[in-house]
């Protein structure tokens, strides 16, 4: 199988390697189905899930394509490394039929309960005790109305919701602000899962950093229940690896004979002159379309000069930026007893959550575990495998720290990924108010699809998903008009027209 240069393995003999094999490599990197200097449909800049969907949606409705991509594979913050035929997901993992589907298996092991780790303190509990505690705190948290939201957040995946006032209220707050109001309905222990699990959704270097409206935003797209946010975001993986997805949407689109790629290919200017858009790439060559599809993440979107400039709301916006930086860590210790087992806990020594996943093909157990950004107090580095060893640790029982072996650890640094520079995206107090719609808004002939600025699923594989397909139905939908735009995208609001 093939390399791609991002992320790394650690084992015992080896040490640390960088690189990992995946099926998401494209060979050749570059593919033309026209002369080079003549002018596409539609240029599609990433080929992350938005960018392959709104690549996959135009080719398919009749649009020559070129799909620019700045790593070598496809998938951007989504993709599977595959060691000794097991799928190690870096990135974006879990989905679900309230987005899409396909079920996890999940055997009772030895180890089959939940360790909460409060400061030095630490206590196992069963799964059922787990699932209480940690959604009757969550319940808690949200509850802000007495309704569990139900009416003021009636729409999780819609644009409009029938409280709008009361959001944008909400939205001046911080996940630490309301962790204040509720502090004292809360014993040590809840606030110590309350916390973990705060920071794994938001990711930042603090809670008062973690806007609050994200956070009772994934209590409604979870259904407004204690466990249905669990239930749809942490379980259900595709069992092929995500990258199989990722080849079948660009086979796909490939398979019209519209499209056209190049992998390896970072751009750096974008300019729209009116009649056609052209696009500079690093090395200096120039392509022309009648029209872009942006899907360069918010936190590297500074990075691309657009011509003429973004308009000022849009620009406050990219400054801005999301404060998800968490580090996600794939850990297969020796056998499976572990695999049934979870665990949350702050302050942590830079890991909050860890939880068994599945075995390896060497019947090891494959635990997934978040940290906060590594600059956070109790933040740890990607680049110290013994601080990862040790913060996997200290989340273990203390009584079964000494016998537990980590034979292999699997991770990519996304905050230092200069394609990236963050993972999922999450907004900090106030922004979602301020900036979504800046966003999400056409500027001329470009547009822009990303999950950091999708409705519904914002931040997750969903929310790619429905944006990449919004501003390609945007642009297959349009006939040609003269004076708005090539595809008279101007007269689009929030990606739809
Ligand atoms: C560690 C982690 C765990 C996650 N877990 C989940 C999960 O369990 N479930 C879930 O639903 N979501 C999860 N997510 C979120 C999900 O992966 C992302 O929201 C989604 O994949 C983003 O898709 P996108 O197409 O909007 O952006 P990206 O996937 O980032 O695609 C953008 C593409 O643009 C490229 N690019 C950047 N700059 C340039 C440039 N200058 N020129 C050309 N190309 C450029 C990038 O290389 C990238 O390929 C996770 C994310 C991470 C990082």
């Not at 135009?58 to 020559?64: E, P």
């Not at 740890?380 to 013994?386: A, H, M, R, T």
């Not at 990862?388 to 650890?409: C, E, F, M, S, Y």
Request: overall charge negative; charged content about 20%.
């Amino acid at each position: 199988m093939v390399y791609t240069t991002d992320g790394f393995t650690w084992t015992p003999s080896a040490g640390r390697r960088n690189g990992l094999p995946t099926i998401g490599v494209v060979q050749p990197p570059e593919y033309s189905i026209q002369p080079d200097d003549d002018v596409h449909d539609v240029i599609v800049i990433g080929a992350g899930y938005a960018g392959l969907i709104a690549a996959r949606d135009l080719t398919t409705q009749g649009k020559t394509t070129l799909l620019l991509e700045a790593r070598d594979r496809l998938g951007g913050r989504t993709w599977n490394a595959t060691i000794n035929g097991f799928h190690y997901e870096v990135g974006g993992t879990w989905i679900h039929w309230h987005m899409p589907h396909i079920y996890r298996e999940n055997p009772g092991s030895k180890e089959d309960y939940f360790t909460a780790t409060t400061g030095h303190e630490q206590r196992n509990m069963s799964h059922e005790e787990e699932a209480d505690i940690a959604g009757r705190v969550l319940r808690i948290f949200c509850n802000l109305d007495g309704d569990d939201l139900k009416h003021a957040w009636q729409y999780p995946l819609g644009t409009t919701q029938p409280s709008a006032a009361l959001l944008a209220q909400w939205d001046q707050r911080s996940c630490q602000d309301r962790l204040d109001e509720v502090h004292d309905r809360l014993s040590a222990e809840e606030r110590s899962v309350l916390e973990a699990q705060l920071l794994q959704m938001g990711g930042g270097r603090s809670l008062d950093r973690i806007g609050l409206l994200g956070a009772l935003q994934w209590w409604a797209l979870g259904g407004h229940t204690p466990t249905g946010l669990n239930d749809t975001a942490l379980h259900t993986r595709l069992r092929s690896g995500q990258s199989a997805l990722h080849r079948r949407v660009f086979a796909h689109a490939a398979s019209t004979g519209r499209l056209s790629h190049r992998f390896c290919a970072p751009v750096r200017r974008v300019e729209d002159r009116g009649d056609l858009v052209a696009v500079t790439l690093r090395d200096g060559r120039v392509c022309t379309a009648r029209a872009v599809i942006c899907t360069v993440p918010l936190n590297v979107l500074a990075g691309v000069e657009f011509v003429p400039e973004l308009p000022p709301d849009k620009a406050a916006a990219v400054r801005h930026r999301s404060v998800n930086r968490c580090i996600k860590v794939h850990v297969d210790v020796n056998g499976p007893d572990w695999l049934s087992w979870s665990a949350l806990g702050t302050p942590g020594r830079g890991l909050v959550s860890a939880f068994g996943d599945h075995l390896t093909n060497a019947g090891n157990s494959h635990l997934v575990c978040f940290g906060p950004d590594p600059e956070a107090p109790a933040g740890i580095s990607l680049g110290d495998v013994e601080a990862v060893q040790a913060a996997v640790t200290h989340l273990l029982p203390k009584d079964k720290q000494a016998g537990v072996i980590i034979n292999r650890i699997v991770s990519h640094d996304w905050n230092k990924d200069e394609f990236s520079n963050g993972t999922w995206c999450f907004m900090g107090p106030e922004a979602t108010s301020k900036y979504l719609s800046a966003l999400q808004r056409p500027h001329g002939n470009i547009l822009f699809a990303s999950a950091d600025w999708s409705n519904g699923w914002r931040g997750w594989i969903d929310g790619a998903v429905q944006s990449g397909m919004e501003a390609a139905r945007a642009l297959t939908q349009t006939k040609d008009v003269s004076g708005h735009g090539v595809f008279g995208t101007s007269k689009m609001t929030n990606g739809v027209k």
